[in-house]
């Protein structure tokens, strides 16, 4: 299996035309390298921050009914920030895939918030040409899944599996592992769930319609376990 065709099944997107996700992988550095009008994915960056906009401003407005103009764009602001996009591209391991300049490969290109960032959004673009805004919505509502979970229980996470790692390297060098537990239902309809370990010891389940939603679920009850609030029933 090649490299591109696993990104798409983390991606949860079957593209029918690669070339738009491999555009979207291409780093500006590449054309100003070259001194050349090579094509780059700023153009889809432009297109995928739109999409992300529209679809997470629907999605606040209709599970949000009562916040006002003021909390809902607060609550996007929260999810769109660069750190917060580029903590899902890692997640999603675009950063291995960018295609890159030389330059920019040796100044640590590939772990740059901005690049991956960037890099976020224009596969949201392709996604959006590729498949239509309903493939674009169904990617978006998979990677914020937890995040909107978390706002609806009044819990400001951004980035659980972040800040739980944060919060126990506190306390101990070791980092929290992840266990696969167990897959059901049908293949259209999957639920995972995922077991969050310390120190040999389980801190928390979770369930998601994929492997990372379900260890960001995890994730997120262990952090409300560890901070003494209630864990979701």
Do not use: W
Request: glycine fraction near 8%; aromatic fraction near 6%; charged fraction near 25%.
């Amino acid at each position: 299996m090649s490299a591109l065709a696993e990104l798409q099944i983390r991606l949860g997107h079957s593209f029918r035309d690669e070339n738009l996700l491999r555009l979207a992988l291409t780093h500006p550095s590449v054309a100003h390298e070259a001194n050349t009008a090579l094509t780059h994915n700023q153009r889809l960056e432009f297109l995928g921050d739109s999409v992300l906009g529209l679809v997470l401003s629907r999605e606040l407005f209709e599970k949000f009914p009562t916040a006002d103009e003021g909390a809902l764009t607060k609550s996007r602001a929260k999810l769109v920030n660069a750190g917060s996009l580029a903590a899902r591209a890692r997640e999603l391991g675009l950063g291995a895939h960018l295609i890159l300049s030389r330059g920019e490969e040796n100044t640590g290109g590939r772990e740059r918030a901005s690049a991956l960032a960037d890099a976020f959004e224009a596969l949201l673009g392709a996604i959006f040409l590729d498949g239509g805004f309903e493939a674009a919505r169904a990617f978006v509502l998979r990677e914020f899944a937890t995040d909107f979970t978390a706002l609806a229980e009044g819990t400001d996470f951004q980035n659980p599996k972040g800040e739980l790692q944060e919060l126990l390297q506190s306390r101990s060098p070791r980092a929290p592992e992840y266990e696969f537990i167990s897959a059901s239902g049908p293949d259209h309809d999957r639920v995972f769930e995922c077991a969050v370990r310390h120190d040999g010891v389980e801190l928390a389940r979770g369930t998601g319609k994929s492997k990372k939603n379900a260890e960001s679920a995890a994730a997120l009850e262990a952090l409300k376990k560890l901070r003494g609030e209630p864990a979701q029933t």
